[in-house]
């Protein structure tokens, strides 16, 4: 647009017809030219003409240029706008169309160099970020592999468990009924023996006694009653240790020599 304008100006300093007559277009002209330059100063447009080499000297010239044009196109004219006059400032815009028309091409490599950089530099964030989202995806599968395998060694050594806690069980009771069974026999078999054992001193004492004729008779009696009573005592022994493990021994306070 700025090209536009300069060229419009330009055709309209050139026009033979009278300029008088033309002021005010000319005027137009001038001023939409005037506020297309003004746009450069801006602070976008200075940072886009900063990388551009020849802004410096083509703006310079601009401005020379508007200096000569605000003699008879300002504000406040300095003199009337001649048939010379006018012909000198369409040379002199002459000589400015090339580098204003170079300074167009440059700004617009360089904006396309910006572009291009900037597309450059969106790419790379975009394959960066598809690379750690990718990243990220197979790191959630990894550890949702691992969590998995966790769970099922989990399961089976909870499976595993409950099998040995039920296995100690069985033996628990098993265990617990070989116990009260061997309890029960030993406690049977204590009464079982002790019942003979009774008549046999018994009938010791009884043979003591009647007084036998042999005079060695005393000492086989008195030897075979101390056996009895020591098998006597061994089966209550067995008898209270039966009472024990049942958990049914109850204590019998007697005298005791210390």
């Known amino acids: 647009k700025r090209q536009v304008e300069f060229l419009r100006l330009r055709e309209q300093l050139r026009r033979p017809d009278a300029l ?4 005010a277009e000319l005027q137009l002209r001038y001023d939409i030219f005037l506020s297309r330059i003004d746009l450069l100063k801006a602070a976008r447009a200075s940072r886009l003409l900063g990388g551009v080499a020849s802004s410096q000297s083509t703006l310079r010239a601009i401005e ?3 200096g000569h044009a605000e003699v008879y196109l300002g504000v406040e004219p300095r003199g009337a706008l001649s048939a ?5 400032l369409t ?6 169309g090339e580098p204003i028309h170079q300074l167009l091409l440059d700004a617009t490599h360089h904006v396309a160099a910006q572009i291009t950089a900037r597309r450059e530099v969106v790419r790379q964030h975009n394959v960066a970020g598809l690379a750690l989202t990718g990243l990220l ?5 990894v550890f949702g592999a691992i969590a998995l395998r966790q769970m099922r ?3 089976a050594r909870r499976l595993h468990l409950e099998v040995l806690a ?3 069980r069985d033996a628990r009771i098993a265990a617990e009924a070989a116990s009260t069974a061997k309890s029960s026999f030993l406690a049977d078999m204590s ?3 002790r019942t003979p054992l009774h008549g046999l001193r018994g009938m010791l004492g009884l043979a003591r006694d009647a007084a036998p004729r042999d005079p060695r008779a005393a000492q086989w009696l008195a030897t075979a009653d101390e056996s009895a009573a020591h098998l006597q005592s061994l089966l209550d022994d067995v008898l209270d240790l039966s009472r024990l493990e049942a958990g049914a021994l109850e204590l019998a306070p007697t005298a005791v020599s210390l």
């Open 137 to 141: 995806s197979v790191s959630v599968l």
């Open 64 to 66: 020379t240029f508007v």
């Open 153 to 155: 060694q989990l399961e």
């Open 20 to 23: 008088d007559e033309r002021r």
């Open 166 to 168: 039920a296995e100690l």
């Open 84 to 88: 010379t006059a006018a012909a000198a």
């Open 91 to 96: 040379a002199e815009l002459d000589r400015l």
């Open 191 to 193: 009464h079982e023996l």
